[in-house]
C-alpha cells in the first residue's frame, strides 16, 4: 500500500512537473515530452518595406532538438488575425526559419510582435509549446516624393509631366501602385480640365499628360497633380505632393487681337439700345425745335410794314 501511495505522488509530481516546464502543457491525448520554443535572437530585425528578411526558431526537447517529423511551427503577428505562417518545416536540427510568406500583404510600417507556436505531429509523443518573448520586426516606411513640371510653357497645348522619386524607387526600383489626379485651373480657380491617370510600377519614368483642351493666350492657368497610393502599400509609404505650377500663356499678337471676336454681355446690348433710342428722340428733337424757329421767323419777314397814312 506505501508502495502505491509513493508511486502515485511520483506520478502526480511529474505531471504538476510537466505542466509548470516552460512552454510545456498538459497533451489532449495524455501526457507527453515538453518542448521549448524560442527565437535565437532577441534583437529587432531592421527592413524597409517591402524588403526582404528572416527570424530564425529553435525547438528543442530536454534530451535536445526535435527532428523534421516531429510537427510544425506556425508564427503569428500580433494586431493581426490568423497565422502570419502556417506549418513551416523543422530541421533536422530543430531550427525553423521565417521570411514574408507568399500571398501575405507586406508588414506596415513599424514595430511588428511575432510569436512561434510548435505544432507537434500526432502520435510524436511531444507537447506543443509557444515562445514566451516575441520577436520584433522593425518596419521602415519608404519615402515617395512626387514632382510635376509643365513642358511646353510657351504652348496653348503643353504636356504635363508625373514623377516620383525617394527611397521607394531607390531601393526597389520600382514605383508604387497608385494613381494621379491631375486638375488645370484657370482665371478664379475655374478647373478647366481633370483627369486620373494609373501609375505603372514596372516603370520609374516620369509620366506624361498631354492637356487636350485648348487655353487660351494670354492667360494665368495652375497645374496641380496629387497621387494617392493604393491601400496594399499605403501603410508602407511617406508621401511628399508637389506643388502646383502656374504658367501664364503666350499673349495674343496685335493681329490675333484684332481678329478676336467681340462678346458683348446682353445687358450692354440693351444699354446700348437705350442710348441709341434716346439719341435718336433727342435728334427729332432738336429737328423739330429748329424747324418752328424757321417758321416763325419766315412768318415775322413777311409780315407788311404800317402805312404812314395811317398813323
Known sequence: MRAKTLMAAFLGAAVLAAIAA?????????????TTTA???????????GGDWSVAIHVETPGGPIGTEDGTVDVTVAGLPGNYASALPISGDGD?????PDGKPSLGAGTHQLTAFFRPATGSGLLPSHS????????????????????GRASTSPVLDLALTGTWIDTTKTTPPGSWTVVVTGPATKPVYRTTVAQATASTRPIRVPIPVK?????DYSFAARFVPTSAVAHGVTLSQA???KIHTPDLTVSEALSQPVTVP????????LVLI????????????LARRRNDAGSEAHEPEPDEATL
Open 278 to 289: 434716346g439719341l435718336a428722340v433727342a435728334v427729332a428733337l432738336l429737328a423739330v425745335r
Open 266 to 273: 446682353p445687358f450692354a446690348t440693351i444699354l446700348a439700345l
Open 215 to 219: 487655353l487660351q493666350r494670354g492667360t
Open 96 to 100: 525553423v526559419y521565417l521570411s514574408p
Open 22 to 34: 516552460p512552454g510545456g502543457v498538459a497533451a489532449a491525448d495524455g501526457l507527453g515530452q515538453v
Open 39 to 49: 527565437f535565437t535572437s532577441s534583437t529587432a530585425v531592421q527592413t524597409g518595406f
Open 132 to 151: 514566451t518573448k516575441a520577436a520584433a520586426i522593425d518596419v521602415v516606411a519608404l519615402s515617395a516624393d512626387a514632382a510635376i513640371s509643365v513642358i
Open 243 to 245: 506643388r502646383a505650377v
